[in-house]
């Protein structure tokens, strides 16, 4: 089966610009998730789609972030304008079940986003 | 607020050497714990983990993990590492009950270089 992919997988941009950043889950996930690794630190957890719902958005830094999942399939991740802070690399993840213990999170490669 | 340590940034170790990863986590209630790995140019897999049961989990290319709960941690092993296994290692726990797997906290990581 195909892996969870993302679009772009390096991306650069200047201080105020937007960067839109795509995850496409394994077909049939329901789960969705967003995760960001700023250099150095720990890998973060974003937020959590249910199909298209957001089920935990805790981890969302703050409101230039948006992320959306029109139709329960592919997931957008807008940051708007962007701050040199929002610099790392940003990873999706989806799972087949909600709430099942052997439902593991399968990872795309990440998309790496550098604000200048 | 729950956090992972990972004692080591960075391990060093030659061929055929064994291996001990550093894990704590702080929380008191009951824990999902997962080692993910990340080979160069790779994406985040999952190497083992941890839900109930015997506290000594077996996971892929002879990695293993034991689970201490009253030292509150998730030591990842391997008698005799190999340069294949030269990677990013991370440390996850989720605290949250009712199954989910997701909302992962992470530590920050620890690179395994190993010389052929």
């Known amino acids: 089966e195909a892996g969870v992919t993302q679009f772009p997988s390096h991306s650069v941009i200047e201080k105020g610009q937007t960067v839109t950043l795509r995850c496409d889950p394994i077909s049939g996930h329901d789960n969705l998730y967003w995760y960001r690794r700023v250099m150095g630190k720990e890998i973060k957890f974003l937020l959590h789609?249910?199909?298209?719902?957001?089920?935990?958005e805790s981890g969302m830094p703050n409101n230039r972030f948006l992320a959306e999942r029109t139709g329960g399939t592919y997931s957008t991740l807008k940051v708007q304008p962007a701050e040199l802070e929002d610099s790392g690399v940003y990873f999706c993840?989806?799972?087949?079940?909600?709430?099942?213990?052997?439902?593991?999170?399968?990872f795309g490669n990440g998309t790496r986003l550098t604000v200048t | 607020a729950q956090s992972v340590s990972q004692h080591n940034h960075h391990v060093i170790l030659s061929e055929a050497a064994s291996l001990e990863l550093g894990c704590n986590y702080s929380y008191g209630g009951t824990v999902n714990l997962f080692w993910y790995v990340q080979y160069p140019g790779q994406h985040l897999q999952l190497l083992l983990k941890y839900f109930s049961g015997d506290p000594l989990v077996k996971g892929i290319k002879g990695f293993e993990a034991e689970f201490i709960k009253s030292k509150f941690s998730f030591n990842l092993r391997k008698p005799s590492v190999q340069w294949s296994d030269t990677a990013e290692y991370f440390c996850a726990v989720n605290a949250l009950t009712g199954g989910s797997q997701g909302n992962l906290i992470f530590g920050k990581g620890t690179k395994l270089s190993v010389k052929p």
């Open positions: 993840a989806s799972s087949l079940h909600i709430g099942r213990l052997n439902s593991p999170l399968h």
């Open positions: 789609f249910v199909k298209e719902s957001k089920q935990d």
